[in-house]
Nanobody, 124 residues
Framework: QVQLVESGGGSVQAGGSLRLSCAVS??????????MGWFRQAPGKEREGVAS???????SYADSVKGRFTISKDSAKNTLYLQMNSLKPEDTAMYYC????????????????WGQGTQVTVSS
């Protein structure tokens, strides 16, 4: 069983930065083996995969955030992060972290485990 709890969302002006955190409750073995990632969904829009990191640390990013967002994980703290820089109004969305044994950003299925989401609002 994996539980995910996001934090770090908030309101920021365009050009600003935020760091999202996702606390992962799972065994150390599960944490090491699982792939994890971030999704977002804006009102009236489809959910979008933002970034993923797999068990060996390889990362993938959506084109819309490449060069601005960085996904990372701290195994000592069982925490996943999303550093978001140069934020734009179009980054406004609810952000969710997710985990799955084999999922990657461009997989054709959704991860098994999801957090409850944290809101990010970017004003112009």
């Amino acid at each position: 069983q994996v539980q995910l709890v996001e934090s770090g969302g908030g309101s920021v002006q365009a050009g600003g930065s935020l760091r999202l955190s996702c606390a992962v409750s799972a065994s150390a073995r599960t944490y090491r083996r699982y792939s994890m990632g971030w999704f977002r969904q804006a009102p009236g829009k489809e959910r979008e995969g933002v970034a993923s990191i797999d068990s060996d640390g390889s990362t993938s990013y959506a084109d819309s955030v490449k060069g601005r967002f960085t996904i990372s994980k701290d195994s000592a703290k069982n925490t996943l992060y999303l550093q978001m820089n140069s934020l734009k109004p179009e980054d406004t969305a609810m952000y969710y972290c997710a985990a799955d044994p084999f999922w990657a950003l461009y997989s054709d299925y959704d991860p098994n485990y999801w957090g409850q989401g944290t809101q990010v609002t970017v004003s112009s």
